[in-house]
């Protein structure tokens, strides 16, 4: 059984660093491990619209438009390579979906909580 603490360690230091390749601040940025593990990263403003880029343990990563807080955001494109991919490439897919040349590939596989604990310890930070 994963320990929900690992779990929450490694999801926070992944955030961070696609917070650092995305160049988002930290205040930028929230994550959440509850019955579903998310991440929210604030992007720049979009014809008009607050973007956002989405995380989740089911879905992986997607790029989507702010709405009212009542109804769910609108969904621009998804990356759906892995749950877990390289900072590197989720900027890479950004900065496509920014410049118009990307649109939705299918969403990643969920396969599990152990699985993903063990995609994220890498990103595993030494706490202060």
Do not use: C, K
Not at 51 to 60: D, I
Not at 78 to 88: A, F, H, K, T
Request: charged share 25%; aromatic share 6%.
């Amino acid at each position: 059984m994963v320990r929900m603490d690992e779990l929450t360690v490694g999801l926070a230091g992944y955030v961070q660093a696609v917070a650092e390749q995305v160049g988002v601040p930290p205040e930028g940025t929230e994550f959440e491990v509850s019955d579903t593990a998310t991440a929210y990263l604030g992007l720049a403003e979009g014809a008009g619209r607050d973007l956002m880029l989405l995380w989740n343990e089911v879905h992986g990563w997607s790029i989507a438009v702010e709405t009212d807080p009542t109804e769910p955001p609108v969904v621009l494109a998804q990356l759906g390579v892995s749950l877990v991919p390289p900072p590197r490439a989720v900027a890479r897919f950004v900065e496509d979906v920014l410049a118009g040349r990307r649109g939705s590939d299918r969403p990643a596989v969920d396969d599990g909580r152990d699985a993903l604990t063990a995609r994220l310890r890498p990103y595993v930070r030494d706490r202060d």
